[in-house]
């Protein structure tokens, strides 16, 4: 998939899945070689190739990441109607998920433009008890660099989902 051609389509499909699940997970390497996955809510994808994310409350990804930079991320629609639907028709009408790859950089202190974005995508719970103890104060977030794209393929029920996307 031609990552920088289908960027604005893959920020959407992202945020579809937001709205779906709330997060999405990073697959890391542990430092005995096991695989590790993390549920991260806060991936914003920017710029074609370009992704950050807040990083509170992971406790193993940063230790994961001190010996192997590489992550890849799993974005997977998980509405019940949504795939409901989908069974029904026999076909899917947007890519239930997709994958990226990708290497992150060091931790770092948040710009005014990335925690503007990060309360944006949390405005509608900020009168919470849950935000207050959990995302009131995010500050810290890592850059990703993304490699490569992957579509995720269930069999004949999203081929032509996936043929729109890419047109």
């Given amino acids: ?9 893959n920020r959407k499909l992202f945020a579809q899945v937001f709205r779906s699940s709330q997060h999405y997970t990073i697959a890391t ?25 807040f990083e509170e409350f992971a406790h193993n990804l940063p230790r994961n990441l001190e010996r192997n930079p590489n992550v890849c991320i799993l974005a997977v629609r998980t509405g019940y109607f949504y795939w409901l639907t989908a069974l029904l028709r026999g076909r899917f009408e947007a890519p239930p998920a997709i994958r990226l790859h990708g290497i992150v950089g060091p931790a770092r202190e948040a710009t005014r433009e990335e925690l503007a974005l990060w309360r944006h995508r949390v405005r509608r719970v900020k009168r919470t008890r849950g935000y ?10 890592r850059d990703v660099r993304i490699s490569k794209v992957d579509r995720i393929q269930l069999g004949p ?8 996307f890419e047109a």
């Fill in 132 to 141: 207050a103890l959990l995302w009131k104060n995010m500050r810290t977030v």
């Fill in 29 to 53: 390497i542990t430092p005995e070689g096991l695989p590790h996955i993390t549920p991260i809510g806060s991936v914003i994808l920017r710029e074609p190739g370009h992704a950050i994310y």
């Fill in 1 to 9: 998939m031609n990552m920088v051609a289908t960027w604005k389509k």
């Fill in 157 to 164: 029920m999203t081929t032509e989902a996936w043929a729109k």
